[in-house]
């Protein structure tokens, strides 16, 4: 059976049934209105964001499972949630879709998209079915919250400021560069390259951690690459930044991927995006402290690659002392 | 000039000043950072809903101009905020578009988008561009508020209220019917016809003060067409409705349009769609002092079209005493 048969109306109401009894508090009523209505709760702001994954942009369907395509698109938005320190806590789908698409293939979808945001505690609370002849898309917009005034934001980045960065970086673009071309790689090194980007890990808890710490300035998430994410947070925050080549903490197969292509291994850590994990920067010497826990906690690293500077450039550190004028240039998605 | 050529940072920041200045003081943080931050206002509750229109699904680019495909996105989105009660404050746009497409038409469609929006003090807070090599694609989601616990919404209505509709009905589907045959009509009538498909107009203010008169046990918006969109009512209400065939107000030149196609006029009333019109319930005589106020103010009529009944099922009453049983199957985006 496609979803054309099964109709819009019975796909709605088995979305609507999958999330009886699981909307927090601030969801006064979730599907099945012309919208949704929502209970701000006091001492809180809310943020919001939106991200779009397009059939043959993002993904391809012969590398993404159902499960994968629909967990992405919750994963790229959660991230951006993330990147201000705040907590999801509800999500609307627009998805647009052949009506060839099989019922299984939809349920499977689904799957991915509510059990990333389930254990986000991020249910889905409304959302557009179309169909799209061409291909899947998937329009997702989430909502969060934080502490009033406690959102962290782009631009209170000062010169001085440490940066850091969460897990490893490389590795979506390179296990990409995998489905692109075969490339001689240990198995187990390959499915971890992979996963990054069929399946990345949208940093929520993390990002709550570090800005209960009170020692964050501001953050962004690395959806674009380093260089370009980095590059709006030094334009917001109107300072440079200066990054250490060798303290850039690359994910294992990079180099080697990187090797195969004949590409700087660097470049994909700076340009290759879609590492979603966290930027930050911090007050000078404050979160040292805090990386034990949080490994313990998180099970991945937070590393101090460079420091923010005064003068408005971007500039790579390498080994040798020479330094580097990175372009800001971020991936262009009309350009990509 | 096209889009892929001006680049997506470009004309993320060009929408950006286009918004300066423009942001209510629900928003605390507009364009610009991973997310928008949203302030919420003491005693007030919030609303949320998304939609998307894909080209040659919803709108053909021969049939409406760059300015009417903006304008027509926003408008379909606030009518869903309309039909809640609610007052509209912010939108997110996510636009997939080709890079081809050239950047006076996308200035054009950021017009039309912006320019209702802003009538309706909605501006966009956030959004996101991707590339899209198929089609147009546009995905909207907006925000709205209203006082705590008075969103009106579709299970409230209860059997003896009166239904009421805004303005008139079929001209929508009329319109389109004009598009896609040469139907001879006198050209203000087409072109009036044409306009509720081209650029529709949401009730936002009408359905404010519909709200405000405290009468009101529920409310949808017309978009699936009476039939469809008053089933969803009375399936959410748990009750059935009795509609009046001759009250229904059929916009001038439907039954025209209807002769021609050698189709009933009601049913393009009935399952046409996308009249963007408001069906409200209402205890039993309470709105009718309003008329003539809602007249002056707005310049569109209230019209009562029937009863709620206990009875579980939609019925069509005609002139001669007959009743027919309407199926409450709407427009399925699938099958449409």
Redesign the interface.
């Known amino acids: 059976m496609d979803?054309?048969g099964?109709?819009?109306?019975s796909l709605i109401a088995s979305i609507r049934r999958r999330m009886e009894g699981k909307y927090p508090p601030e969801v006064?009523?979730g599907i099945?209105?012309?919208?949704?209505?929502?209970?701000?709760q006091a001492g809180?702001?809310?943020?919001?964001?939106?991200?779009?994954q397009?059939e043959?942009?993002?993904f391809r369907r012969e590398w993404l499972t159902p499960y994968q395509i629909g967990w992405r698109a919750m994963a790229v938005n959660l991230s951006?949630?993330a990147?201000?320190g705040?907590q999801p806590f509800g999500a609307?789908a627009?998805l647009?879709l052949p009506?060839a698409i099989e019922a299984a293939f939809f349920d499977q979808l689904l799957d991915g998209l509510c059990d990333l945001g389930l254990r986000h505690q991020c249910p889905l609370?409304?959302?557009?079915?179309?169909?799209?002849?061409?291909?899947l898309?998937l329009?997702l917009?989430v909502?969060?919250h934080v502490p009033?005034s406690h959102?962290v934001?782009?631009?209170g980045a000062r010169a001085g400021d440490d940066i850091w960065v969460s897990g490893q970086l490389g590795g979506s673009a390179a296990g990409l560069r995998t489905f692109l071309q075969t490339i001689p790689l240990a198995d187990p090194v390959c499915t971890a390259l992979r996963r990054r980007y069929t399946q990345p890990q949208p940093r929520v808890r993390e990002a709550i951690f570090l800005r209960a710490s009170g020692c964050l300035t501001s953050?962004?998430?690395l959806s674009d690459g380093l260089a370009g994410d980095l590059g709006h947070l030094c334009e917001?925050s109107g300072v440079g930044a200066q990054i250490v080549a060798a303290a850039l903490p690359l994910q294992a197969g990079v180099r080697e991927v990187s090797a195969v292509l004949g590409e700087d291994p660097l470049e994909l850590a700076l340009r290759g995006g879609e590492d979603f994990e966290l930027c930050c920067t911090a007050r000078p010497g404050t979160l040292g402290s805090l990386l034990d826990g949080f490994r313990a906690q998180f099970g991945i690293d937070l590393t101090r690659i460079g420091s923010m500077t005064s003068e408005r450039s971007l500039q790579l550190v390498h080994a040798d002392g020479s330094q580097a004028l990175l372009s800001p240039q971020?991936f262009?998605?009309?350009?990509?």
Request: overall charge negative; hydrophobic content about 45%; charged content about 20%.
């Open positions: 979803i054309g099964l109709g819009e109306f006064a009523l099945g209105d012309d919208c949704a209505v929502l209970q701000p809180m702001e809310w943020v919001i964001t939106t991200d779009t397009v043959d942009v993002h951006d949630i990147a201000m705040a609307l627009a647009a009506a609370v409304g959302g557009n079915l179309a169909r799209d002849p061409a291909h898309s329009t917009t909502l969060g009033r959102s934001r782009r631009g953050m962004i998430d917001e971020a262009d998605h009309f350009h990509g």
